[in-house]
């Protein structure tokens, strides 16, 4: 048994050698333990842990042969020991789904942000947005289906700043070719697998010439190498006034990090909300799982009043990159179902369900599909 | 005989006189304002601007003034004098769009005015506008925007091939000038909240410090309410819910694109007023869309959002009375829904609209 687990570490840690995928979203572990994955949990603060119990309970439910390693993070302390056992945790597994670990911006610039600090250490350059408006849903704009991708390791999150003279303070905004170029790739064949017709770029280079510059060039140059997806670009402030007043002009989105942070989140409004909509973020060798728009929601924790839609549809995405697509279609279109047919909504997009209520029904959709359940 | 005189305007002062009765003159003060008609529909609607002014008998003469750029001496570009001149003695400006030559070998226009005149802060209000419909109605909230600093200082490298630097400048006078303006702002408005916005999470010192100075002022103005939030909270209730935000108060790009999402909600760039404030009292108020080459000399551009600038100003000015007069008027022109525009769903000229806005400023008198 030691030699098999000291063999698959080896494996894992030449694989970057021997197996160079590049360009490729992250292959997903092999299974371990008899046809079971392992993934880690990560429930972070404010709603994460609540909704996070609510997925163990329905995958239990439903039988989804997916273990969960839990790591907390905690997100006062100010060691650096708790993201980096969550950082290993997700190296040894390759896959995370999590909670948003709150950063406390009073404490002084060399206390990172955890997230941040997940998402460069483990090189999870592209996240991964499908904002869909959904039929039970009532929102403002009707049939939205748009795909951001938006760079997620460098750009203004690169959290490089100094104060040379006192009360002057300057934040470098870092942009690279192979960066840029990486996530344009990303976007184009993600665009070319989903059948998209047309990638925008979003950026402001009439103003930030050389930065914003060279990742407009960037794009070009990839899109000339997808010849059937038309690409063009937009200017980040008419981009999200196209957004609030004729969103259906847009299909594939690829931005750098900052720009994606504003559109995804301007996205999200528009169909409905932060309970909606999940995220992904993928890297080359890990992916990790999360609600889309990353809030902590501490004012709402607690109360049995969050959304689970996002973090549910998360794992479903999870489970779609384990290549257990039976069980994410299964839940999905449980969700689905309680969403659009049973219209149990919860609070946030104007009905009165609480969370366990809707985990109830999505529940008991599943297990009127078929004998796969165990008991409620 | 006259038994109060009051001094309102900063500038040079004329004024009319008229004669009410055997006793009694009123003299009004008339202010000067610089007009920079600018270029494409700029003319034909500060044209239009300047008839409902007098319609609504304003006490304001206007002195146009062309803003091209010239070479001056030492080679560096810089506005006209006759322009700078007239900016400084008047302390207003009105100013249609520019257009932003390509290849013309000096930078932007609007760079340039707002580096002569240390244009600090940019204001933007946006008002929901009756009868001109959007999915958004209740909207009511004033984004007020760094506009010297932070991440359009300017200042990039090339590190080395393949990696570019930016740099993003935060400096604490800056942040504490806005964040003064804002709560003055708020002050002279009637207005309840002050929201920072920004993105300390993650840029922990520089949008830090901008928020240390937002604090440091809002402890002199304990009368308006303060309240910090991130950017993308900020993106995500504004969408779903604009009625929640009052004032919001960001560094520059942030200012940016929230100033435009904004005007995105109450129906673009032709409705939407803007003023930008500088030290020393200068105030430029313009409008923000382009030059719309295509229709300018036609009569079909929409005066609107040059309007409301100009409303924008008086209310600057304190004249809140001939302020409202035309904003009602212009109002209750969109709301009729007879004479509108092209760009707002109708088919009439401009001088039309124009007429129409005159008729009711007069019908009011």
Known sequence: ?376 | QLDAFVVLASGEISYSSQQCSNFMTIYTIIQTVTLIPGDGIGPEISTAVMKIFEAAKAPIQWEERNVTAIKGPGGRWMIPPEAKESMNKNKIGLKGPLKTPIAAGHPSMNLLLRKTFDLYANVRPCVSIEGYKTPYTDVDLVTIRENTEGEYSGIEHLIVDGVVQSIKLITEEASRRIAKYAFEYARNNQRTSVTAVHKANIMRMSDGLFLRKCREVAENYKDVKFTEMYLDTVCLNMVQDPSHFDILVMPNLYGDILSDLCAGLIGGLGVTPSGNIGANGVAIFESVHGTAPDIAGKDLANPTALLLSAVMMLRHMGLHGHAKKIETACFDTIRDEKVLTKDLGGNAKCSEFTADICRRVQDMD
């Open chain 1, 1 to 376: 048994k030691h030699t098999t687990i000291m063999m698959a570490t080896l494996t894992k840690a030449l694989k970057p050698i021997l197996g160079m995928q590049f360009g490729n979203t992250a292959k997903p572990p092999p299974a371990k333990y008899g046809g079971r994955h392992t993934v880690t949990l990560i429930p972070g603060d404010g709603i994460g842990p609540e909704l996070l119990n609510h997925v163990r309970e329905l995958f239990r439910f439903s039988c989804v042969p997916v273990d969960f390693e839990v790591v907390h993070v905690n997100s006062a302390s100010t060691s650096e020991d708790d993201i980096n056992n969550a950082i290993m945790a997700i190296r040894r597994n390759g896959v995370a789904l999590k909670g948003n670990v709150e950063t406390n911006h009073t404490m002084p610039p060399n206390h990172k942000s955890r997230n941040n600090l997940l998402r460069t250490s483990l090189d999870l350059y592209a996240n991964m947005m499908h904002c869909q408006s959904l039929p039970g849903v009532q929102t403002r704009h009707k049939n939205i289906d748009i795909i951001i991708i938006r760079e997620n390791t460098e750009g203004e999150y690169s959290s490089l700043e100094h104060e040379s003279v006192s009360g002057v303070v300057e934040s470098l905004k870092i942009i690279t070719r192979n960066n840029s170029l990486r996530i344009a790739d990303y976007a184009f064949r993600l665009a070319r697998d989903k059948g998209r017709r047309r990638v925008t770029a979003v950026h402001k280079a009439n103003i930030m010439k050389l930065g914003d510059g060279l990742f407009l060039q960037c794009c070009k140059e990839v899109a000339s190498g997808y010849p059937d997806i038309e690409f063009d670009s937009m200017i980040v402030d008419n981009t999200t006034m196209q957004l609030v007043s004729k969103p259906h002009q847009f299909d594939v989105m690829v931005m750098p990090n900052l720009y994606g942070n504003v559109v995804s989140n301007v996205c999200a409004g528009l169909v409905g909300g932060p309970g909606l909509v999940p995220g992904a973020n993928y890297g080359r060798d890990y992916a990790v799982f999360e609600t889309a728009t990353r809030n902590t929601g501490k004012s709402i924790a607690n109360r049995n009043i969050a959304n689970p839609t996002a973090m549910l549809l998360a794992s479903c995405l999870m489970l779609d990159h384990l290549k257990l697509h039976d069980y994410a279609n299964m839940i999905r279109g449980a969700i689905l179902t309680t969403m659009n047919e049973t219209r149990l909504h919860t609070v946030d997009i104007g009905g009165q369900g609480t969370t366990s209520e809707v985990v109830q029904s999505i529940m008991r959709i599943i297990q009127s599909g078929g004998p796969l359940t165990t008991e409620i």
